[in-house]
């Protein structure tokens, strides 16, 4: 049995170089017909001896400041739906701010399962921002670095249980 993991958060968190270190060269082509916007990615994510799907919410980068709230509570909404988990990302180094606290609402009404993860949390300083997580009240945040890898142990162990 596998699961689909949704990679979600506001823009410029980390989601895309996580997806692309669980995913490497797996990725699948999702959409090749016109006018289909690459909005999700899907790929096959592998981490440890588990596989599984993960989804990427990658077509936020562009949108303006206006358009953002309409697009990332529609693109969110649809990855929460496809996936039987969702990976909720804010970053350590600038700490929580009010559009992830719009994200929390989103997954606390519309997802059932939702774990937390802490992303930038390499080096030193970012205690602070993995502490302020807690503040969400979704449970313990996983501090990770996808740009160095770290915490990909403590991620394993909390997907494990869904494998
Ligand atoms: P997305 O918009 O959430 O998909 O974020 P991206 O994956 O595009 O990353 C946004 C920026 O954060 C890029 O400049 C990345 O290099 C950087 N970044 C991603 N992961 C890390 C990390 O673990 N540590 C640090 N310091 N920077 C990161
Ligand atoms: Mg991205």
Redesign the pocket.
């Known amino acids: 049995m596998s699961f689909t993991l949704a990679i979600v ?10 997806f692309n270190r669980l995913v490497g060269r797996r990725l699948a082509i999702v959409d090749d017909q016109p006018g289909v916007t690459r909005d999700l990615r899907e790929g096959e994510a592998k981490l440890g001896d588990l596989t599984f799907t993960v989804l ?1 919410t ?1 077509g ?2 562009d949108a303006t400041d206006d358009s953002l709230p309409a697009r990332m509570r529609r693109l969110t909404e649809r990855a929460v739906d496809m996936a039987d988990v969702c990976l909720f ?1 804010v970053d350590a ?1 600038t700490g929580i701010t009010p559009t992830d606290e719009i994200f929390a609402e989103i997954l606390r009404k519309r997802a059932g399962h939702v774990l937390l993860a802490v ?4 080096g030193r300083n970012t205690e602070g921002g993995v502490l302020e997580a807690w503040n969400l009240g979704l449970g313990e945040p996983i501090p ?5 890898g770290e915490g990909m142990p403590d991620l394993y162990a909390a997907l494990m249980p869904l494998a």
């Open positions: 958060g506001r823009p410029n968190v980390g989601k895309s170089t996580l990427d990658a936020l980068e990302v180094r992303n930038k949390a390499e990770l670095s996808a740009e160095h």
